[in-house]
Structures are given as C-alpha cells and as structure tokens.
C-alpha cells in the first residue's frame, strides 16, 4: 500500500504474518514479489487507448493475448533469469531476449538454437535456457 503526503514524501507499509525475522530481510523478499506482476496499468504508454483491432470482441482476444505474454515474461524473469536481468520492464525484456542473433537448426531428429557467439546477451540467454531445462526442485 502507498501512501502519498503533502510535501511528495512516499511512505510505504506492508502486513505480513512471518515471526521473527528483520524488517530489512522481509522488505526485500516483498520488492522482489513485487516486480514479478509487470507494469503498472496506470503509467502513460501501459493505457488502452488506442487498441490495434475494431471489434470489442477481436480486442478482448488481442488483450488476452497480451496479458499471456506479459505473464510469460513474469515466469521467465522469475525462473530463469539471474542478477539485473531478473528486474527488468517487461518491453526491455522481450526485446532482450527476441532480439537475439541465432539458427535454428534441425539434425538428427533434434532442434538445436545456435545463437551468435559475438552477441552481447548470448551468455544471458544461455543460462536462462539451461535453467529452463533442469527438472523442478521439489524442496
């Protein structure tokens, strides 16, 4: 929850019912939730304005869509990324990460991503994949 007071000071305040554990330790586990919902739908250039179809019904499928993706993004940022990529806006993500330099190559029955060695974000990418890949931790 946030509070706005007169002078522009913001004051944030938050409920939880986990006992004995610092303050700083429980504001932090609360930013990190916080990022993974996506952007605010109240920020100019997040309004729906100006939606690309004419019928409310083809705009809904659209919005659909989008929420799809922008879920997508959340998870992979969540799971997958690692460091200041984990933090990123969802634009800047998908950007990041569909604007990669690769071949998608079939031999042996098998698809394989060969993405550019001289890319700057090829490593980043990797990582994400290769942690994609491992099989769900139970504990």
């Known amino acids: 929850m946030r509070i706005r ?8 305040c938050f409920a939880t019912n986990t006992p004995d554990r610092p303050i700083a330790a429980l504001e932090l ?11 605010d739908p109240g920020r100019p250039g997040h309004r729906l304005r100006n939606l ?11 919005l659909e869509i989008v ?17 200041t990529a984990r ?10 990460l569909s604007s990669a330099a690769g071949q998608l190559v079939t ?8 993405l550019a060695r001289h890319w700057p974000r090829t490593a980043e ?10 099989p769900p931790n139970p504990g």
């Open 125 to 134: 990418i990797t990582d994400a994949l290769e942690r994609l890949a491992l």
């Open 67 to 83: 929420q799809i993706v922008l879920d997508l993004l959340a998870w992979i940022s969540m799971l997958a990324l690692t460091g």
């Open 29 to 39: 586990r609360h930013r990190l939730r916080a990022r993974g919902r996506g952007p």
């Open 107 to 114: 031999t042996g029955r098998r698809r394989i991503l060969r």
């Open 52 to 62: 690309p179809l004419h019928t409310t019904a083809q705009n809904r499928i659209w």
């Open 5 to 12: 007071d007169a002078d522009g000071t913001r004051i944030t």
């Open 87 to 96: 933090f990123r806006e969802p634009r800047r993500l998908q950007f990041r």
